[in-house]
């Protein structure tokens, strides 16, 4: 008798897994796991799939030995499961293989209270006397300095010891169903080889933003914490997972000095000689700052480094850096972008020494969004983009010709060829207008059959 394959079935087989078990048991340990989960958590990166499968390709931590397989629930767990010290776990190169089981808090103290900016505040530190000493009106367009300042920087060493989770190499963190760490910056600095899938990652708010005077015309508010920062590492796979701010929108935060107050910074940026980096099927939503993939316009040791893959991700009402590139040899290929609305900026940031190599993505567009502008030049000379597609208000998807229509509506012209043709793909590329069919529904957290 033929059998019916069902849904979680269809998708285990899409993704190139098994099919999953028709109930996940009471996780209390590494026992208890699902055959699927334990499948998934053992699972490198598959053959010729993106940068990170150069070379010796990307295990993370699927060389784990059982006392180095651990389910966590709390960030004390998750540290402890990470080497112990938070401080010292970035050099622990042993293999380790983690499952973040249901909603973890960044902000979660000793006792397993939820610490608040105030409680990590130094004492010399207020905003409002913030506020007070650097207004420009009386400050004057110099950077702050003085004791206030000072205190910013104190509180900003205090905020990253607690919220910044340093990743050792050789790891592999994968969440279970519903999995969310809110409030975190997972680090992964001089650690190659590391995979991060199936998680959430929520609001990963600066308690004490820098006000830049010089930064734009009128200056703006930064903020230090990505929800994924690598740098320095090289095989890095970013895979299924969720970025959002949650219910802390940056639309919702007040103004400043003229400028919104902004207490969020990138997704998952890939900075300071990192490389050989694959993200793929995730799902950005809400977002401002999305995707940095070089530090500086700094010729230097960048030169040759951020070589990154983006496939089947979902960008989804967010506003720039969807990247934003220098120097590295960039493949975008095979996303959907859903943009417009209030604050949208452009899409592909097309860098100094920037080689970006963008085919077959689709764009849905509100009105109000240009396709001249999913482009924007920060200091680069060239992009190969092909076979866009674009459906915008209630006309049908159409082929359109992104570069042309950038370099008919602004100067200088940017030339069509980046120089460089991808070779590492797992598979044939998709025709753009299937995208969103495959894309939207299989890209983020939970979509992964466990």
Same mark, same amino acid.
């Given at each position: 008798m033929r059998r019916i394959l069902g849904g979680a079935t269809v998708v285990a087989l899409l993704l190139g897994a098994a099919p999953a078990a028709a109930a996940r048991p009471d996780v209390r340990s590494t026992e208890g796991l699902s055959w699927l989960a334990r499948h998934l958590g053992r699972q490198a990166l598959p053959e010729r799939d993106g940068w990170a499968a150069e070379g010796a390709g990307t295990t993370g931590g699927s060389a784990a030995t059982p006392d180095r397989t651990r389910v966590v629930r709390s960030r004390a767990e998750l540290v402890a499961a990470l080497g112990g010290d938070n401080a010292s776990n970035a050099t622990d190169a042993t293999p380790k293989l983690i499952y973040v089981d249901g909603a973890i808090d960044g902000f979660e103290g000793p006792d397993g209270t939820t610490l608040s900016c105030a409680d990590l505040a130094d004492p010399g530190y207020r905003l409002d006397a913030y506020l007070a000493a650097y207004d420009p009106a009386v400050w004057g367009r110099v950077a702050p300095a003085g004791p206030v300042e000072e205190a910013r920087v104190r509180s900003v060493t205090n905020q990253t010891r607690q919220t910044q989770i340093n990743v050792g190499p050789n790891t592999t963190v994968v969440? %279970?169903? &519903?999995?969310? @760490?809110?409030?975190?910056?997972?680090?992964? /600095?001089?650690?190659?080889n590391v995979i991060v899938r199936n998680l959430t990652f929520a609001d990963a708010r600066d308690c004490f933003p820098a006000w830049s005077p010089t930064d734009g015309e009128a200056g703006n508010w930064n903020s230090q914490y990505d929800q994924i920062s690598v740098r320095r590492s090289e095989h890095v796979w970013v895979d299924h997972n969720s970025f959002t701010d949650g219910d802390n929108p940056d639309s919702a935060q007040p103004v400043y000095f003229g400028r919104p107050y902004q207490v969020h910074d990138g997704s998952l940026d890939v900075t300071h000689t990192a490389s050989l980096v694959t993200a793929s099927w995730n799902r950005f939503t809400g977002r401002d700052k999305l995707m940095l993939i070089g530090s500086s316009n700094t010729v230097g040791p960048d030169v040759g480094r951020l070589k990154v893959t983006l496939h089947?991700?979902?960008?989804?009402?967010? %506003?720039?850096? @969807?990247?934003?590139v220098r120097f590295g040899q960039v493949d975008v290929h095979?996303?959907? !972008?859903?943009? &417009?609305? /209030?604050?949208?900026? !452009?899409?592909l940031g097309v860098g100094v020494q920037s080689a970006i190599h963008a085919e077959n993505n689709f764009f849905t567009l509100d009105p109000t969004v240009d396709p001249a502008d999913l482009l924007y030049d920060w200091g680069g000379t060239a992009l190969t983009e092909r076979g866009s597609w674009v459906r915008q208000g209630g006309v049908p998807a159409r082929p359109v010709d992104l570069l042309a229509a950038y370099n008919a509506s602004h100067d200088? $012209?940017?030339?069509? $060829?980046?120089?460089?043709?991808?070779? %590492?793909?797992?598979?044939?590329? %998709?025709?753009?207008?299937?995208?969103? @069919? @495959?894309? $939207?529904?299989?890209? &983020?957290? $939970?979509?992964?059959?466990?």
């Open positions: 969440g %279970l169903p &519903g999995a969310r @760490l809110t409030g975190f910056t997972l680090m992964i /600095d001089r650690a190659p089947h991700n979902l960008f989804d009402g967010v %506003l720039q850096r @969807l990247p934003r095979n996303n959907h !972008y859903r943009l &417009g609305g /209030d604050g949208f900026q !452009y899409a200088p $012209d940017l030339a069509a $060829d980046a120089g460089w043709t991808p070779t %590492l793909r797992r598979g044939p590329v %998709l025709p753009a207008p299937l995208v969103p @069919l @495959l894309v $939207d529904p299989l890209a &983020g957290a $939970d979509r992964l059959p466990l």
